[in-house]
């Protein structure tokens, strides 16, 4: 897999940039919510189409698109190889279309949205949830802490497999699986420090009024 | 500059080995603009810097920022008390430079584009100019560590307590962080293992074994540390 799953942001001036992150976060809501709801493989395949138009439309480059569907390929061979034998291939195509086209459609989103922008849609989102004693401003950074998470951790997976590697342990579940899940609690960890040093989180009075 | 104080403050810490004294009844008034501490791997230094922001708390004593006790009023001791870890990458908690100073400035900049003009502003003043779209993971050692500084300082605070900026940084981008952390307004509490850099500052603590050996004008500490090491 690798780190840009999701793709970082890319400033530019498309007709994706320019719309409001809130327009955006909810086509891709409810584009999850069709294609959940739509079983068959021709809206998966129509699916993957749109979001490939799409993601031609934001100008993403080419090599950004490419390495999120390299990080999704084993996934989609082994997921796709074992619905195909197990359902046969209809059912095989609809659930790997659909997983493609959601990876593609969010990839889109965090590439052309900055962070920033969809923890302030977050956090306006959440407001009205503030008499149930819910955190707005909370709420919106654990939603960006998710984006920053997914590829730091596959960053922490590549860097374990490389030390099992070296010392000719790559064969050896534990060697990769052990460390690796202790680092992403050290980092979990490290990150929450950070959080709290720099006083995130902890301000009431920083919260929308 | 702030008055750090820290009365009678122990730290104790459970390990697999049993308890473990980080810290022993340590007295301590700091008032000067460049404190260095230095001192052996695990000998307390850190436990020390991160008690004055809170990150650690102590098991016995006070720690007190300007009269404000930091285990009752963290929040208000956060604002003025800023920390830097050694390994900025573990700071960095946004996925580009410009937003992860921007995430330090939504308490002053409601406004997002705003904002973002105050980060593309703090990013220039720390040299990062130009980088404010550039993924965290793509930056340098000295650049990654000059925005992990940028983001902590971003919202101006009194103090900056950094732990071993320096130590994951190769010569050049060492003596560039050294320079900038000397040259700034705040007071400067310095976790350090280069004594070049810690003579520099107008007074230092050596941390041995949890408490503090010896404490003077940096010089002179250095020196000391430097005989019995």
Redesign the interface.
């Known amino acids: 897999m690798s780190?840009t799953l999701l793709g970082?942001?890319?400033?530019g001036t498309t007709l994706l940039h320019r719309l409001p992150s809130g327009a955006k976060l909810t086509a891709l809501l409810l584009a999850g919510l069709v294609l959940t709801l739509l079983t068959g493989w021709r809206s998966a395949l129509a699916g993957v189409a749109v979001a490939l138009l799409l993601a031609v439309l934001s100008r993403m480059p080419l090599r950004s698109l490419a390495r999120s569907l390299r990080g999704l390929a084993l996934l989609a061979i082994v997921l796709g190889g074992w619905l195909t034998w197990q359902a046969g291939w209809p059912r095989a195509v609809a659930t790997v279309g659909d997983l493609v086209a959601l990876v593609l459609l969010a990839t889109v989103v965090t590439t052309t949205t900055?962070?920033?922008?969809i923890?302030?849609t977050i956090t306006s989102v959440a407001r009205p949830l503030r008499p149930l004693g819910v955190d707005p401003?909370r709420v919106g950074l654990a939603f960006?802490?998710v984006?920053?998470t997914i590829?730091a951790t596959l960053?922490l997976a590549e860097e374990t497999r490389d030390a099992a590697r070296a010392r000719g342990l790559e064969r050896d579940p534990r060697a990769r699986l052990t460390p690796f899940v202790l680092r992403v609690v050290a980092?979990a960890q490290?990150?929450g420090?950070?959080?709290?040093?720099?006083?995130?989180g902890?301000?009431?009075d920083?919260r929308?009024t | 500059m702030a008055r750090i104080e820290l009365d009678r403050v122990t730290v104790r810490r459970e390990t697999a080995d049993g308890d473990l004294l980080a810290l022993d009844e340590t007295d301590l008034t700091l008032t000067e603009g460049r404190i260095a501490l230095i001192g052996p791997n695990g000998a307390g230094k850190s436990t020390l810097a991160r008690l004055v922001?809170?990150?650690v708390t102590a098991t016995s004593g006070t720690v007190r920022v300007d009269g404000l006790d930091v285990a009752r009023e963290?929040?208000e001791v956060?604002?003025r008390v800023?920390?830097s870890?050694t390994?900025p990458k573990?700071?960095?908690?946004?996925?580009?430079a410009?937003?992860d100073v921007?995430?330090?400035l939504?308490?002053s900049h409601?406004d997002?584009g705003e904002?973002?003009e105050a980060a593309r502003k703090v990013l220039a003043r720390f040299g990062l100019e130009g980088l404010e779209?550039r993924?965290v993971?793509a930056l340098s050692g000295g650049q990654a560590q000059l925005l992990a500084l940028a983001?902590?300082l971003a919202?101006d605070p009194d103090v900056l307590v950094a732990d071993e900026p320096t130590t994951l940084l190769d010569l050049g981008n060492a003596r560039r962080v050294g320079d900038l952390l000397l040259g700034l307004d705040q007071q400067l509490l310095l976790v350090t293992h280069d004594l070049e850099l810690a003579t520099r500052c107008e007074r230092a603590l050596l941390v041995v074994g949890g408490r503090v050996a010896a404490d003077g004008s940096a010089a002179e500490v250095v020196e000391h540390y430097r005989s019995i090491a």
């Open positions: 780190r970082a942001y890319r400033p900055p962070v920033d922008a923890l302030d401003e960006s802490l984006l920053r590829p960053g980092d490290a990150t420090e950070a959080l709290h040093a720099r006083g995130v902890d301000d009431r920083h929308e | 922001n809170g990150l963290g929040r956060r604002r800023a920390f870890f390994d573990a700071q960095l908690v946004m996925p580009t410009g937003e921007a995430l330090s939504r308490r409601r997002p904002r973002r779209d993924s993971h983001g902590v919202t």
